[in-house]
């Protein structure tokens, strides 16, 4: 049997980046042994190094696969668990202490869009009763975010003063923001080397979307009193989402990232998938039908809540109903 060896080092690749996944559903591979794969990343220099060693010999083949290898093994691991580690790694460990003065505001009745945007932060997201929003919590120097707010829209970013990119090494600047409960809002939350923790219970949500780039965020439907739409974009990070009770539609697109779904009862799905070869979808065990790329809920056209999304995975992976939940 003759190899090719152009085609050999993506066979690995490949191999290595389906079979860790494999092994963490089989449980031969733990969480902490997952995350530990991206610390082989010197292979990669090693692998550089031995293909310039023998790159005139019949081995010149061996520093490719070392390399291959490598990158398989770490695609592998991100395709289990995400990168929600460089949230924290990537702009510094320590949250600010100095808090910042508070702003108020309201909606009027027809409510209003909130447009959030951190660089190497924290964001809590709650909501209380009535028509008012909130925005509080501490930074490095208590200067706190840019603010600008009407009637109808409330948009917070970081201030200029202190605008930071987000390898920034300094604090983290923490914001909590209450949404109001008895108005239809927009939320549209871009995230940049943070973390986010989202709980909307009794909101009226119009569409939700989550812009997630090297960061993590848990966001929690669950009790929301209703949302339209929902619109999610990874860029390698993880999320955990618990879908509402209501009805809606939406979609999940995870570039180098984990997405964790947690679906309530008595609510039927349909979910569509991707074509990435380097994708994972965790639907098989959970009652869903598989039609070519959409798998379905039995009884999606006889229930009056049924989710139809769109999940899409390139290098990332989807879970539904994970054991240790969405949280």
């Not at 010197?42 to 790159?55: A, D, E, K, W």
């Not at 083949?61 to 949230?87: D, K, R």
């Not at 390898?167 to 939350?189: E, H, K, N, Y």
Request: glycine fraction near 14%; proline fraction near 4%; aromatic fraction near 6%.
């Amino acid at each position: 049997m003759h190899i090719r060896r152009g085609y050999l080092g993506w066979g690995v690749f490949l191999i290595l980046a389906g079979a860790v996944p494999l092994a963490v559903r089989s449980g031969y591979l733990t969480e902490d042994q997952v995350d530990r794969l991206w610390t082989l990343w010197p292979l990669i220099l090693v692998g550089i190094g031995v293909g310039l060693i023998l790159g005139r010999t019949r081995f010149d083949f061996l520093g490719g696969i070392i390399v291959a290898a490598t990158v398989g093994l770490m695609v592998g691991g991100l395709l289990s668990s995400g990168i929600g580690t460089l949230s924290t790694g990537a702009c510094g460990q320590d949250p600010g202490t100095t808090a910042f003065p508070s702003r108020d505001g309201t909606f009027a009745s027809g409510g209003g869009s909130i447009d959030i945007q951190t660089d190497c932060g924290n964001v809590a997201i709650g909501t209380a009763a009535g028509n008012g929003w909130r925005v509080e919590g501490q930074d490095a120097d208590g200067t706190g975010p840019a603010i600008e707010a009407t009637e109808t829209s409330l948009r917070v970013r970081p201030s200029e003063d202190r605008a930071k990119p987000f390898w920034s090494l300094g604090q983290r600047d923490t914001w909590r923001i209450t949404v109001p409960q008895a108005v239809t809002s927009d939320i549209d939350l871009q995230l940049n080397a943070g973390q986010a923790s989202v709980d909307l219970a009794g909101a009226l949500v119009g569409e939700f979307q989550l812009h997630l780039n090297a960061g993590s965020a848990t966001v929690d439907l669950g009790s929301a009193e209703a949302v339209q739409r929902i619109d999610v974009e990874l860029n390698a990070g993880s999320v955990g989402l618990t879908l509402p009770h209501v009805s809606m539609t939406g979609s999940i697109q995870a570039n180098a990232g984990a997405v964790r779904l947690c679906a309530p009862p008595g609510v039927a799905l349909k979910l569509h998938t991707g074509e990435s070869i380097v994708a994972s979808y965790d639907y098989a065990d959970h009652g869903l039908v598989q039609d070519g790329s959409t798998w379905t809920s039995p009884d999606f056209d006889t229930v009056a809540q049924k989710i139809e999304l769109e999940t899409e995975a390139n290098a990332g992976s989807f879970t539904l109903d994970p054991e240790d939940g969405c949280g």
